[in-house]
């Protein structure tokens, strides 16, 4: 059983300074070829072949054989286990033309029959040592497959292209000397962007310079890379961007028709302690609209200028229509919501998905502006709602086109902190650039904390339905065209709801907490949702203080169908 202490391992982030081979087990948080390469089921809606489902990042399957009326005989299918619980199972799955690929702790990648869950191949990534000494270790979010090959960004700082058919390793290219990077690396699957892959390591927590990179998806050849931290002694002053973190650590949106990646950046850092780096911090904590081909910027908007709060902006980037206008809907860590005009940036709305927000006033809904900001006093205690890990943590939401709704998961804690000054030089790998002498999450005050799952209007923040959770949802959001919504809470408990009413229709317990991608698609001739179990991720390490049943969860890792007989 996993028990996690978030207020004394932060204590000793900030006060011993020393690097903990614990991190590595227990705090697991915190493409240019001659022809386009497309996702293999890009157009077969029984395949689940991106990252959000999509090239909208919606979340949402077509399929609707499973539904509203036969939801309730839902039934273990198969379950696969890959092995190593380290960190539990963060990753979305990918599902092509009846075979499954996922990643599991260490970046071991699985190829598996779809209908059946038998192991056609698996790849054990070999990792540079340095892997296990680094604050982000263990845990990978997912794999891209296209061009019969399938992609795994790792831990080392590299992305691999493996045969599809075998998991042979055809090439490898190393994008970052994590050592040298004051142990970036990278955690989440790259973007699959024509013939371009588009990976953003982590590093927004991380004493270094972040940079987005764009490789050849054939060769594996670095195309180009762009600067998250602006060149520009009025956003940076003196020599700080050599330590202003800013990496965009979780997948971008590809927008074909314009070729064009959207990819939210990291926090600036030091995360609390903004007097040495006074200024707005371009490019950290905002949307970035990018060209695929050369990753020239096309347009951004900062959602968090001077980030002094650790709301950084790398969440899903939700594309829709409506009255003629081509949208994008962008959720905040800090609890707000962004709605723009996705050709060119321009703000429809800013709305809060949440309801304890002190960091500001408000956010002006027309310009984006911060109106009344708190910001913490180095050395002294500053109560700030909500928490570090935002108003939600990075596990995505679903969009559905017929009720028009969103569907996301948030929670209502706050903490206190104490900003204080630190030698960037003097931190080991294993610890980030933090900016603190203490932190506590707490609930907020006069209130208990709170767990959310919520349907709302995309267009307004109008919340049509929610239900309560004991804990916060971890897992990322599926939506179906049979009128479903399904989610997992950390307890274990996998439910699905009706999306127009949120009526609970069926749950089942796996046994430990959902913190990945659950996705829907087809193989022989039936519907499977998949949900990967088994809780992991430096969320699970910080939330107890304000969740304290938390502490009582199991760790696990096990890959679960479910289908209808």
């Not at 860590?333 to 002190?358: D, H, Q, T």
């Not at 956010?363 to 700030?384: F, H, M, Q, W």
């Not at 990075?394 to 969103?406: E, I, K, V």
Request: with cysteine.
């Amino acid at each position: 059983m996993f028990r996690f202490d978030a207020e004394n391992k932060v204590r000793r982030l900030a006060h011993r300074r020393r690097a903990s081979t614990a991190i590595a087990t227990v705090l697991t948080f915190f493409g240019l070829s001659t022809v386009v390469i497309a996702a293999d089921g890009a157009n077969k809606p029984g395949d689940w072949p991106l990252y959000h489902g999509n090239s909208k990042s919606w979340r949402y399957s077509e399929l609707d054989q499973i539904n509203k009326t036969n939801v309730k005989r839902l039934k273990v299918a198969w379950i696969h286990q890959p092995g190593d619980i380290t960190g539990g199972l963060q990753a979305t799955p990918i599902v092509i033309d009846g075979v499954l690929y996922y990643v599991s702790a260490n970046n071991k990648v699985q190829a598996l029959d779809a209908a059946s869950g038998k192991e056609l191949w698996r790849y054990e990534t070999k990792l540079d040592p340095v892997a296990s000494e680094v604050f982000f270790s263990v845990s990978s979010r997912g794999v891209a497959v296209a061009g019969g090959k399938v992609y795994v960004s790792t831990l080392d700082g590299r992305v691999i292209a493996l045969d599809q058919k075998t998991g042979k390793e055809l090439w490898a290219t190393q994008l970052i000397d994590v050592r040298r990077k004051k142990g970036a690396n990278f955690t989440s699957p790259p973007t699959l962007a024509g013939t371009v892959l588009v990976a953003g390591p982590t590093g927004g927590d991380i004493a270094q310079r972040g940079q987005i990179y764009g490789i050849d998806a054939e060769t594996g050849k670095k195309l180009w890379e762009f600067d998250t931290i602006r060149n520009d002694q009025a956003s940076w002053p003196g020599n700080s961007g050599d330590t202003g973190g800013g990496s965009a650590w979780l997948p971008g949106t590809y927008d074909a028709e314009t070729d064009t990646v959207y990819i939210g950046t990291g926090n600036p850092a030091p995360d609390y302690y903004g007097d040495d780096r006074k200024g707005d911090n371009l490019y950290t904590s905002s949307l970035l609209a990018l060209d695929a081909k050369t990753g020239k910027l096309k347009w951004h908007h900062q959602e968090i200028p001077h980030d002094v709060w650790d709301f950084d902006s790398p969440y899903e980037s939700i594309l829709f229509e409506r009255d003629g206008k081509k949208l994008l809907l962008h959720p905040n860590k800090s609890g707000y919501a962004f709605l723009y005009e996705r050709n060119n940036g321009k703000i429809v709305n800013v709305w809060p998905y949440i309801e304890n927000i002190n960091f500001v006033e408000k956010i002006d809904p027309t310009t984006g502006e911060l109106i009344g900001r708190n910001e913490p006093v180095a050395g002294k205690e500053s109560y700030i709602c909500p928490t570090l890990l935002g108003g939600r943590s990075w596990n995505p939401g679903a969009f559905n086109p017929t009720t028009s709704l969103w569907y996301t998961n948030r929670f209502e804690a706050c903490n206190t902190v104490v900003a204080g000054k630190s030698d960037p030089e003097k931190l080991p790998l294993a610890q980030l650039y933090f900016g603190v002498d203490s932190f506590k999450m707490s609930a907020p005050r006069g209130k208990e904390a709170s767990a959310w799952l919520d349907a709302i209007d995309p267009m307004t923040g109008k919340k049509k339905w929610s239900v309560r959770y004991s804990m916060p949802g971890l897992g990322g959001v599926l939506a179906t065209a049979g009128g479903l919504v399904f989610n997992g809470d950390i307890t274990g408990v996998i439910s699905a709801y009706d999306a127009d009413k949120g009526d609970v229709l069926w749950n089942f317990y796996a046994g430990s907490g959902v913190r990945g991608g659950i996705v829907s698609y087809s193989a022989g001739g039936k519907q499977y949702v998949v949900v990967p179990t088994g809780l992991g991720s430096h969320a699970v390490d910080f939330l107890p203080a304000a969740f304290p049943d938390l502490r009582k969860v199991n760790g696990g890792s096990a890959l679960i169908a479910f289908t209808v007989d």
